[in-house]
């Protein structure tokens, strides 16, 4: 499969809407990058991976309600830590299972796996923290009881 060649795309720029697909909401990729605060590489990185599919009009991609939707769930599982294989899963759930159910399982799971590492990293850094603490009291003890000024 070869890539079709973006370079004449410009930013905000809109292919004429014409016939049924006028009158559902598009959006061009520049709207959707300024919007969403992504560059457009990102969004046509997502596209490659297959998490976004922009309905294409000459060299023209023209993306959904869907498409800006699935960019906001990819948004914010990459926030929570989320892998896009994880991110994937849980689309691709959402468009198998109309009840959802195995959805919020699947998200059930992850997110408690996700909270786990979180607060065992978060245990590390506040050890690390009382050790550090502990190390720059004792230094400054030892600076001060050599007459050392200490700031």
Do not use: C
């Not at 046509?44 to 498409?67: C, M, N, Q, T």
């Amino acid at each position: 499969m070869t890539t079709p060649d973006h370079s004449r795309e410009q930013p905000g720029a809109r292919a004429p809407r014409t016939g049924p697909a006028a009158a559902v909401k598009s959006f061009s990729i520049a709207e959707l990058a300024a919007e969403l605060g992504l560059t457009l590489r990102a969004i046509r990185f997502y596209e490659a991976k297959g998490l976004i599919a922009p309905r294409r009009v000459g060299l023209w991609r023209h993306y959904s309600l869907r498409d800006r939707a699935r960019l906001i769930l990819i948004q914010r599982g990459k926030r929570m830590g989320f892998s896009l294989r994880d991110i994937r899963e849980f689309l691709d759930l959402y468009e198998a299972d109309p009840t959802q159910v195995a959805q919020m399982r699947n998200l059930l799971g992850k997110t408690r796996e996700r909270i786990a590492r979180l607060e065992a990293q978060l245990q590390d850094v506040q050890t690390s923290l009382a050790e550090l603490r502990a190390v720059e009291r004792a230094t400054r003890d030892m600076l001060g009881a050599n007459g050392a000024k200490v700031s």
